[in-house]
């Protein structure tokens, strides 16, 4: 069964710290993507970054960078030089491609992260 | 290009009343997902449409709950009779080809009193 697990429930640092966001995930495809989404105090959810289960490349992004590990089912990110704005609840996401149209996005149970200044 | 939109933003309504919820996805997406954010259970999916057919529904939680997708740009999510426990923040999204990026409305939160 599909499944993703963000540990940390809460993160607390304070300005410039860096921070690592972690997310395992568990699925018996062999092609699936993972996601990472940002919720900040006003609700929405913001799209940060696509992965497919092929592409193994570390990505970065500004201040935010990413390490996918398929050999330990890990999708990490890590937000280098914190600023107050990156305060916000983030998930991390699977999809499988179980058939044609593929999945909905399997969500996990997200960390919060408060940052200070 | 706007995103997904959704209708209304914020919904208060008594326990017993129908709650009917809008969604109009990303122009040209031919996926649509409803999605329910709760403290308790975090964000679980209520129901997927592929090219305007519904391909899983699993999550739907009872019968009081429906969703219809009558054309490629409208989607609706019914609560009939709505009741507190189904108060939570509702998302609609939207993604174009399999495997692409979900994008996200900014949700309808609703309270049943």
């Known amino acids: 069964a599909q499944k993703v697990t963000q540990a940390q429930t809460e993160i607390s640092v304070v300005e410039k710290e860096d921070v690592t966001l972690d997310c395992v995930y568990e699925?018996?495809?062999?092609?699936?993507?993972l996601f990472w989404y940002k919720q900040p105090p006003s609700g929405e959810l913001v799209f940060l970054i696509r992965r497919n289960s092929f592409d193994e490349q570390n990505e970065i992004s500004g201040r935010y960078s990413w390490n996918f590990q398929k050999s330990t089912s890990s999708f990490n990110f890590t937000i280098t030089a914190s600023q107050v704005v990156d305060s916000a609840v983030y998930f991390c996401?699977?999809?499988?491609?179980?058939?044609?149209?593929?999945?909905?996005?399997?969500f996990g149970k997200g960390t919060t992260l408060s940052v200070s200044s | 290009d706007a995103g997904v939109i959704q209708s209304p933003r914020h919904e208060v309504t008594e326990m017993g009343q129908e709650v009917t919820l809008r969604c109009k996805p990303i122009s040209g997406h031919n996926s649509l997902f409803w999605y329910r954010q709760t403290m308790m259970r975090g964000l679980e999916l209520l129901i997927y449409?592929?090219?305007?057919?519904?391909?899983?529904d699993s999550g739907m939680p009872e019968d009081r709950f429906s969703a219809k997708m009558p054309n490629a740009s409208f989607s609706t999510l019914k609560i009939q009779p709505s009741e507190p426990r189904d108060s939570a923040v509702y998302f609609c999204?939207?993604?174009?080809?399999?495997?692409?990026?979900?994008?996200f409305g900014p949700g309808t939160r609703l309270l049943v009193l």
């Open positions: 449409f592929n090219n305007n057919v519904p391909i899983d």
């Open positions: 699925t018996r495809d062999t092609t699936y993507y």
């Open positions: 996401a699977l999809s499988e491609v179980a058939n044609q149209a593929g999945t909905a996005l399997i």
């Open positions: 999204a939207s993604r174009g080809e399999l495997g692409e990026t979900q994008y």
